[in-house]
């Protein structure tokens, strides 16, 4: 399988294992086998979750993959049960507002960081969107309308998301 490949690559250089692109791709009781795995070695889930979905997508990958990390979560915000479980069990969210925003969605960064929840700023398919992390940190200061305070969180989020020793 592709995860016994990996396994075999030397796993220091390897932090965690995620799957990417829309959840019903990765959420199935399919994929547990892989996770299991993943975690037996010691490597944390990440997964990519409620990007335009719902927030149950965010409940699947912390229930039954244990993710540590949720790349994208906009949709948490739809299900206050899953915004304790992120804040309770110190579950980052990645996010890319300027994905989103591209899409046409609204994108709740202000009401996450509100409501507790650990987030971080990445920059979702930078050549698809023409973004950068700094675009994204300009984004959360001048659309989300964070003071210096906010964006200094948002730095020492991705410092202690990062699932590296740093």
């Known amino acids: 399988s592709a995860m016994d490949e ?3 690559y030397d796993l220091d250089h390897i932090v965690a294992v995620g799957m990417g692109g829309p959840a019903d791709t990765w959420w199935t009781e399919d994929f547990s086998p892989i996770y299991d795995k993943a975690r037996s070695f010691g490597l944390p889930v990440v997964a990519h979750a409620a990007e335009h979905g719902e927030a149950a997508e ?6 039954n993959f244990q993710a540590v990390r949720i790349q994208h979560g906009v949709g948490v ?3 206050p049960a899953v915004v304790r479980m992120l804040v309770e069990r110190g579950v980052a969210c990645d996010v890319c507002p300027g994905s989103n925003l591209a899409l046409g969605a609204a994108h709740p960064l202000p009401a996450m960081l509100d409501a507790g929840i650990t987030v971080t700023l990445g ?3 930078p050549p698809m969107f023409q973004t950068t ?4 940190y300009e984004r959360a200061w001048h659309w989300a309308g964070l003071d ?12 202690d998301a990062a699932l590296v020793d740093l």
């Open 133 to 136: 992390l700094l675009d994204e």
């Open 6 to 8: 990996v396994l075999a």
């Open 123 to 125: 920059s979702n398919d």
């Open 58 to 63: 965010v409940r699947v990958a912390i229930e």
């Open 148 to 159: 210096l305070d906010g964006i200094e969180q948002l730095a020492r989020n991705s410092l």
């Open 77 to 79: 915000m739809r299900d």
